[in-house]
């Protein structure tokens, strides 16, 4: 998980290594972002949102497998997660599908993409404080805790957050993928940016390691969310530690 504790004043901060079994998904994470460059690729891509492989568009099976984005050793549910996972990005406005909220260098040109249809903005300043995703991933919980304890702007409701992903965690293999377009979408509204690599490898083992992945997403989202807020406390007093919704007590 990532760290939410500022290092000491003067100290250098070193990024510990990315896990070696996130760099595939982290390369092609970065090879979706490049080819959204193009407006072209980017639609074509973004057809494919919410779909089966099988119900995808041609234009989208083309810009996907011509250059090799999806690994030719990709089958079953791992070439639907990669399918997937490159539809959400593309979905995404421009500012948002880099964690840093920079478009990649070849996008400058990128003026005739699909408009920011949600208005979504970049990424919020607390959400680049970690958007160096953690060297095991960050995973969904993580992120959905982040934009319920966001600090700058209009945070989600954790009532509803929390019964969202509640119910993700009990979802299928098709159950998650339907879901997933809003649940980013919602994250998108806040500027909250998602780990696509972790998302990736969680995607592909669903249907295996549903389990285990539920519980990391939970034990993130409880943990980061408890951090976040005994860190506000720490700043503002302990009126910032409430949950959304306490209400004063009667005088």
Known sequence: MTSTTPPPEGEEVTAPDRQEFLRPYDTFVAAVRAACADPGTQQALRRGLGKAVEEVPARTHAKLLRPGLVPDHARGDARRAHYAVAALIAARPRAQRDPDGEPPPAAASDTTTTPNADN?????????????????????????????????????????????LHLMV????DGIHRMLP???RQLGTVGVPVDYACLLSDLSGWRYRRDAIAARWL?????????????????NGPAANEPQGTAAPAT
Request: hydrophobic share 35%.
């Open 182 to 184: 809003g649940v980013l």
């Open 219 to 235: 034990e993130h989202y409880y943990r980061t969310l408890r951090r976040q807020r005994a860190a506000a406390a720490a700043r």
């Open 170 to 173: 009990r979802q299928d293999v």
């Open 120 to 164: 979504s903005p970049p990424p919020t300043s607390q959400a680049r404080d970690t958007a160096s995703f953690g060297p095991w991933g960050t995973s969904l919980g993580e992120s959905l805790a982040l934009a319920v304890a966001r600090r700058d702007g209009e945070p989600l409701k954790e009532d509803g957050v929390e019964a969202r």
